[in-house]
């Protein structure tokens, strides 16, 4: 089985990857880390010489390579990977693919994400917390019908990793 973790910046999807990973004895695998290893670029080197409709072309292609040759794999999507190239339908169809979205407020999105802004780019040049927390809340609507396609929704506000993880094992189970 590869189980996908999607949702958006900041909701977890790594931390809460690496311990389910560690609980079901899977390898983890983050898809924007895959991407930078296999064209040895950062993601915004990538956005910046190529373009988005560049990058989001070899991120399907990897989504695709990562779901056809890998098994018993935890894997972390990228914020927009489901809402781009028609991804969550790619992964819906896949028997051996349980997609799991991670589902949190604006606010606490807004709480975990305002004081690292500066290190993701998306954000870094909002200043209040009110401004992040609408800025967040457009992007959760506008990527809600690709989030809500997952086979698992997981709403984790205020849950713990372990709890999160915990969660996630019971829906599977």
Known sequence: MIITLLGYMG????????????????????????IENKYDKTI????????EIFF??????????????????VLSLGGGTP?????????????????????????SLTDRLFEERNARPLIEHITTK????EFIGIH????????????IVMPIDGLTVFEATENIVKKLY
């Open 11 to 34: 909701a977890g999807k790594s931390t809460i990857g690496k311990q389910l990973a560690s609980v079901l004895a899977y390898k983890f695998i983050d898809l924007d880390l895959y």
């Open 44 to 51: 915004p080197e990538i956005f910046k010489d190529k373009g």
């Open 56 to 73: 989001r072309k070899i991120e399907h292609d990897c989504l695709k390579e990562l779901i056809t040759k890998e098994n018993n794999v």
């Open 83 to 107: 809402c781009y190239a028609n991804n969550m339908m790619l992964l819906n169809k896949q028997i051996n693919v349980v997609t799991c979205y991670l589902q949190l407020t604006p606010v």
């Open 130 to 133: 009110g401004q992040l927390q």
């Open 140 to 151: 959760l609507f506008e990527r809600k019908e690709f989030y809500q396609m997952a086979t």
